[in-house]
């Protein structure tokens, strides 16, 4: 036996950079609420919300490249059969599980309003659905749940990346 194996520097760089991502795509749709709760009317919010939509397409190959990374660094032998290491599991797992549904979600609850996706002046996804209410309201709940915990759980992840880094 070579002792308990860590974390690599890469691991923890990708960590960090995955969780900082996540951290500012939230604090973006924040923006949303933020334009809805201090009644800075229709035009700010729907500027905010075309703003996101932007970025959150823009961000989403980053998104899932993080938490395929995420994913391959849980093969190597540094999440071992230890309390640190089955956390550090079940944490990883439930925040790929929150990546995938909020990229899957985001697009749906645009497309589900009865909107083409516009990201930007780039390009437009022709709504696939038309006005699906009984689809959108529940996606759009479930999108802001998620969304909500995402920064935490991204960090949560990070935190058990450093410290089985800096475990004996
Ligand atoms: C990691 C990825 C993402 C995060 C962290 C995130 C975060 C958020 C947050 C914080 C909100 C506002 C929640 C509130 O009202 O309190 C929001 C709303 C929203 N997001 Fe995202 N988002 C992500 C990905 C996406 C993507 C990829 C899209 C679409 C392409 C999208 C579309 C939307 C829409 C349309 C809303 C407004 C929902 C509504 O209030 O009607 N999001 N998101």
Redesign the pocket.
């Given at each position: 036996m070579t002792g308990i194996q860590k974390p690599s520097l890469i691991d923890l760089v990708i960590a960090a950079a995955g969780a900082a991502l996540?951290i500012w795509?939230?604090l973006?749709?924040?923006v949303?609420?933020a334009a809805?709760s201090g009644q800075m009317g229709r035009e700010a919010i729907i500027a905010a919300?075309w703003n996101?939509?932007g970025w959150?397409?823009v961000?989403?190959p980053l998104?899932l490249a993080y938490a395929f990374l995420r994913l391959h660094a849980e093969r190597t032998p540094y999440f071992q059969r230890d309390t640190l290491g089955r956390i550090g599991k079940i944490i990883l797992w439930a925040l790929v599980a929150l990546?995938i549904f909020?990229?899957v979600t985001?697009?749906i609850?645009?497309w589900t309003y009865g909107s083409d996706?516009k990201v930007f002046d780039l390009f437009v996804i022709p709504t696939p659905t038309g006005k699906l209410p009984v689809v959108h309201d529940p996606l759009?709940v479930g999108?802001?749940w998620a969304?909500?915990a995402?920064?935490w759980v991204a960090g949560l992840d990070l935190a058990a990346a450093i410290m089985a880094r800096l475990r004996r």
């Open positions: 996540v795509l939230y973006n749709g924040e949303i609420e809805i919300i996101h939509v959150g397409v961000s989403t998104v990546l909020l990229v985001g697009p609850v645009v996706l759009e999108h802001i969304a909500k995402s920064p």
